[in-house]
C-alpha cells in the first residue's frame, strides 16, 4: 500500500488528489468531535467553512444543528462547540449536523477532489486502518495522511494519530499505553490551550485509543455519513 503523511494544505499541491484515499486527522478536536457525533446516531455531517454558508444553511432547514468554533471557542448563534465530550453526551440519532471549524473545514477544502475522504483520529484509529485495508484488497490504493495542524503549523496530536493510524495500517502493535497517549496529548501545544480555557476533558476524551468503530466517510457527496463499522 502507498501511503504519504502530510501537513495541511502546504503540500496538497505536490499531489494529484483525485487519485488518492485522503484521511483528515485533526485529533483535538474536529475530527473526535465528528467520529463522537456518527457514534451516538447523527445521519449526516456537512463541513462548511463561512459561518454565513452556516447560517445560510439553518434559514433553509431549521432541524440541521450547528456545532462549531473559532479558536476553540463556541461560534456564536451555534447550537454546540467542537466539544465530543459535549456531542457523545446528546441524542442524536438520525439528526443532521453543519460542522464548522478553524482549520478542519478550511483544510478540507484542500482536498475535496479526493474519491474518498475518511474522518480519522485516536479514537476510531484501527477502525479507520481497517476499513483501508479492505478497500484496498479489492483496489490497489494509494493513501494520504492529512496531519490538519493549526494554521498550517505542526501539531503533536495531529501526527501521533496519523502515526498510530500508519503503524495499524502495516499491521504493528501501537508501541505507547494509553497513558503516555492521554500525557502526550494533555501536554501537547493545543491540548495545554484547550484545558487553559476548560476543555481539559475533551483532550483526555480525544485520547482513548479505539473507543469507536464508527469510521466517518464522504464519497463524491458534500457531506459526511457512516460508512463502516469493523468488528
Known amino acids: 500500500m502507498n501511503v504519504n503523511l502530510t ?24 475530527s473526535s468531535t465528528i467520529t463522537a457525533a456518527f457514534e451516538k446516531g447523527v445521519k449526516r455531517i456537512y463541513s462548511v467553512k463561512e459561518k454565513k454558508e452556516v447560517l445560510k444553511l439553518k434559514s433553509k432547514n431549521k432541524n440541521l444543528i450547528l456545532v462549531g468554533e473559532r479558536h476553540g471557542i463556541k461560534i456564536k448563534d451555534f447550537d454546540f462547540g467542537n466539544s465530543p465530550v459535549e456531542i457523545y453526551n446528546l441524542d442524536l440519532k438520525d439528526k443532521e449536523i453543519v460542522f464548522s471549524s478553524s482549520n478542519f473545514s478550511r483544510v ?4 475535496k477532489d479526493s474519491p474518498i475522504i475518511i474522518v480519522g483520529c485516536i479514537l476510531n484509529a484501527k477502525a479507520v486502518a481497517n ?12 493513501v494520504l495522511l492529512v496531519q490538519v495542524g493549526t494554521a498550517e503549523i505542526f501539531s503533536e ?3 501521533l494519530g496519523s502515526k498510530i493510524i500508519l503503524q495499524y495500517l502495516r499491521s504493528r ?3 505507547l499505553s494509553q497513558k503516555e497517549i492521554t500525557y502526550k496529548l494533555i501536554n501537547s501545544r493545543n491540548g495545554k490551550y484547550l484545558s487553559s480555557i476548560g476543555y ?29 463499522q469493523s468488528k
Open 200 to 228: 481539559k476533558k475533551d483532550v483526555e476524551f480525544c485520547s482513548i485509543l479505539d473507543k469507536f468503530q464508527v469510521v466517518p466517510i464522504k464519497i463524491r457527496e458534500n457531506y459526511f455519513r457512516i460508512t463502516h
Open 7 to 30: 501537513l495541511g494544505c502546504k503540500t496538497a499541491d505536490n499531489y494529484k488528489i483525485k487519485d488518492y484515499l485522503v484521511v483528515l486527522i485533526d485529533v483535538l478536536r474536529a
Open 157 to 159: 496530536e495531529d501526527h
Open 173 to 175: 502493535k501501537i508501541n
Open 108 to 111: 478540507l477544502e484542500y482536498y
Open 131 to 142: 476499513y483501508i485495508k479492505l478497500i484496498n484488497a479489492k483496489n490497489n490504493i494509494k
